[in-house]
């Protein structure tokens, strides 16, 4: 039996993220799968090409209005509600933009939705963290003819390339609100690997001291190719912007490498990096709980170790 | 008048260790300390802040759960809120079915703002305050990290994947909070016993029309899989040696 199934793409009007292609290698797990992405944008052609590229992908629907030049969510919505029909799933990535506009999809289409998936057993049962990770529960739709969810992108690897779904133009004829209106994003630049793709991470804590003391860890991360990411205590202080925190409010991430640094390793914390392959942890107080979850511990003062590290380099 | 509708959960303390059941049939909470979630009370302190600059004449809060959630919605009266409303209802309540019991109060209340918590630390599911926007067709402002109104609009500032994103949003709205909003206001004493002259009222889910609808089983809780202890070393050039060895470096 076919299950028909709906990923809303994630871009930025000219690239696809590689979020979208986490969310088709989740959907690809339910047996049956039919998949669709579908690419709401001012100009949508240039991301429903990449889209049709993912292995796995079977059709592209390419949705143009010059309101959807912003992600927002009051917007897209109503358009992914008056797609949805003929689909039994609908999923989109649990980033912000996902988790943002699937809850308000879900509350249009009166479905409910499965927050952060992280294995999908059947079109109608899945597995997600609760309690910030401390616990993983296993649900399953009753009485729903339509379930709405987020993907746990740290959960899945992206699909590959290869693929050829045909892209097709769709227009809606749904009324969009003026209500919302997107004013500007302070996108802080940097070259440095993205935090959520990067294959190595270092990341700071409140014992770095200032925006500064961080200066030691940007260094380190550019002589080994790493994003860089920071404790919510860190970013609370003002040391580093908010979209470098890892953690429960912040991204979770699955790099092969994650240096911990000056991070004591609180519950909250280490929901982000739970699924990272090999943690280090280097802290000066050999009791601080990133050593319970660390590979690999170095008690000692990171101000001496980080700078020593990039020497050895 | 201008009224400021916060909603509050009562969850598990966020310091508390969670153990799941042998059985599996959920977690423990026995004897743990309940606490509002973390993210409501950023909601309520930021409804306080705005009444104080005169943006608002009233502050109401809501539940909708167990009766035992009084404990929480007299704490939010402590810390300022005029009055509480319990809309009781016991078991596991999905977002779909706590959106539907806010927009009845929304209804009833009419408020300039909703504000929300962006997820309970306890399911962490973090729908509530968009589908409450989508069930009144309002806008919806997420992870709010400043709020400013002015006249019809409120401007938000929100912590998103890229940075800090902004937006426009005619009232009323729903707006959710992120932790660096504002730091909640310690209760004093004397808010204590003042509170308990302000206005708690209960009623049943049911009394508001709405159905307590079950649509997602909770089949099984099972504790994460542990990561294995690693061991130590002793110096920074024998942690770089082990991560040249694992070719992570
Ligand atoms: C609802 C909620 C959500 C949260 N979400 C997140 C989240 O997403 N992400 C997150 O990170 N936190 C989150 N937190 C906060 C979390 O509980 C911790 O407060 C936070 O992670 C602590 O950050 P830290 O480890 O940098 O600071 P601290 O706990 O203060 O640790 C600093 C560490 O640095 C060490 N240190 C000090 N000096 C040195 C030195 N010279 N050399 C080496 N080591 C040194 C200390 O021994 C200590 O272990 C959340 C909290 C709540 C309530």
Known sequence: MSVQILIVAEHDGTRLNVSTAKCVTCARAVSGAVVTVA???????????????LAGVDKVLAVDNPANAHALAAVLAPQVAALAGPYALVLGPSTTFGKDLMARVGGLLDAPQVSDIMAIESAVRFRRPIYAGNAILTVEAVDAPKVVGTVRTASFEGAASGGSAAVEK????????????????????NDRPDLQTAARVISGGRALGSADGFKILY?????????????????????APNEMQVGQTGKIIAPELYMAVGISGAIQHLTGIKDARTIVAINKDGEAPIFEVADFGLVGDLFQVIPEIERLL | MKRILVGI?????????????????????DGVKMSINPFDEIALEEALRIKERGGADEVVVATVGPADTQQQLRTALAMGADRALLVQADGVIEPLVAARALLKLVEREQPLLVILGK????????QTAQ????????????????????????????????GLETLDVDLPAVIS??????????????????????????????????????QLKLVRFEAPPQRQKGIRVKDAAELVDALKKKGLL
Do not use: C
Request: aromatic share 4%.
């Open chain 2, 9 to 29: 959960k009562r969850v598990v303390d966020y310091n508390v260790r969670i153990r799941v059941k042998p059985d599996g049939t959920g977690v423990v909470t």
């Open chain 1, 219 to 239: 260094s380190l991360a550019d002589k080994v190719g790493a994003a860089v990411g920071a404790s919510r205590a860190a970013v609370d202080a003002g040391y």
């Open chain 2, 119 to 126: 997820q309970a630390i306890d399911d962490d599911n973090g």
């Open chain 1, 170 to 189: 769709v227009s809606l004829n749904v009324t969009l609100p003026t209500h919302t209106r997107f004013v500007s994003v302070s996108a802080a630049r």
């Open chain 1, 39 to 53: 690419v709401f944008a001012a100009d949508a052609a240039a991301v429903a090409a990449q889209a049709a590229q």
């Open chain 2, 177 to 214: 909070t992120d932790l660096r909003l504002n730091e909640p206001r310690y209760v004093k004493l004397p808010d204590i016993m003042k509170a308990k002259k302000k206005p708690l009222d209960t009623l049943p889910l049911a009394d508001l029309g709405v159905q307590a609808r079950t």
């Open chain 2, 131 to 162: 589908i409450l926007a989508a069930l009144w067709n309002r806008p919806q402002a997420t992870y709010a990290s400043k709020i400013e109104i002015t006249g019809e609009t409120a401007r938000v500032t929100r912590e998103v994947d890229a």
